[in-house]
């Protein structure tokens, strides 16, 4: 269980949070992959998913990659090692207390879940110590998120133009001027790894 006065420095990164879109099924599995069992933080995903129908992104991902992951159910505990994904139609939030919530309240830029209150809740209950990435996708969810994780001091990595099947979502990020590192895929996991592995660098 990760929390505020949990092991290790108080400026160590303590969980990533995620979000994708269109396109974002191939970069998730692609981000996630190099990443080994005992990947010392947790991860939140959004994905944006159909909500009338059952979500199979939990299974396919835990299939494609050596983490635990699976969808998040309320009260969730943050675990290093262990990626818990939104389900379908339902916001995911970071608890300061390390567990999350799911909430159905009002859609945001039109998507439930929406990524900028994944990321806002996590930088409001982790500040400098959260990683957030934004992945390929249509639309500018997470945009306002990625400005909360910056202004409390976090850390944001954006999928670059060149590997994005769709620019609409990193791009959107980048025009904040609030992004750390504009990454080809193949190089985002990696770069998790490495940041996780020697806590915040900034």
């Known amino acids: ?8 420095a108080v400026d160590d990164f303590a ?16 981000v996630l992959s190099p990443l080994p069992p005992d990947f010392p933080l947790p991860i939140l995903i959004v994905q944006h998913l159909d909500p009338r129908h059952r979500s199979l992104l939990g299974e396919i991902l835990a299939r494609k990659t050596q983490l635990k992951v699976r969808l998040a159910a309320e ?6 090692g262990t990626a818990l994904v939104a389900p379908p139609d339902r916001h995911l939030l970071v608890n300061p207390g390390g567990t999350v919530s799911l909430s159905r309240a009002e859609l945001v830029h039109f998507v439930r879940p929406s990524a900028d209150l994944l990321f806002e809740s996590a930088a409001g209950s982790y500040g400098v110590r959260v990683i957030a990435v934004v992945l390929s996708g249509s639309g500018s969810d997470g945009s306002s998120g990625v ?12 999928q670059d133009k060149a590997t994005s099947e769709f620019f609409g979502m990193p791009e959107a990020a980048v025009k904040t001027g609030k992004v750390d590192f504009v990454l080809p895929l193949d190089d985002i996991g990696p770069a998790l790894l490495a940041l996780a592995e020697s806590g915040r660098t900034s």
């Open 1 to 8: 269980m990760v929390t505020e006065t949990g092991p290790g």
């Open 15 to 30: 969980l990533v949070v995620m979000a994708a879109s269109a396109g974002g099924l191939a970069a998730l599995i692609k």
């Open 75 to 80: 009260g969730d505990l943050l675990e290093a």
């Open 147 to 158: 400005r909360a994780v910056k202004d409390s001091g976090g850390t944001v990595i954006v």
